[in-house]
Nanobody, 124 residues
């Protein structure tokens, strides 16, 4: 499984950005997907996740109400819509995949595959 994240960039505080993650693999529809972020000197933290079907999502408290994760099984991709961005949202964002048996909820950890990061910078 290969994951390719894109969409990072520089945005002003209060602005919006959409991250995308394209995945390889014949069984993408069985993957639960997640987004994580990391700033230098800190541990990687959970941001948002979606279950295999796209029907269940979960968010870190810090982004709840501002970020939306969605999964497109037909296009083998997952997206993270980020609104009302704050300087503290600046980080390298990573997408991750967890293989499931077409069941289960979203996951905040225990992922099997990781993509390279995409940098989000938020200016104040």
């Amino acid at each position: 499984v290969q994951l390719q994240a894109s969409g990072g960039g520089l945005v002003q505080a209060g602005g919006s950005l959409t991250l995308s993650c394209a995945a390889s693999g014949r069984t993408f529809s069985s993957y639960a997907m997640g987004w994580f972020r990391q700033v230098p000197g800190k541990e990687r933290e959970f941001v948002a996740a979606v279950n295999w079907s796209g029907g269940s999502t979960g968010y870190a408290d810090s982004v709840k109400g501002r970020f939306t994760i969605s999964k497109d099984n037909a296009k083998k991709s997952v997206h993270l819509q980020m609104n009302s961005l704050k300087p503290e949202d600046a980080a390298v964002y990573y997408c991750a995949a967890k293989i499931t048996d077409y069941s289960g909820d979203y996951y905040s950890g225990g992922y099997d595959y990781w993509g390279q990061g995409t940098l989000v910078t938020v200016s104040s």
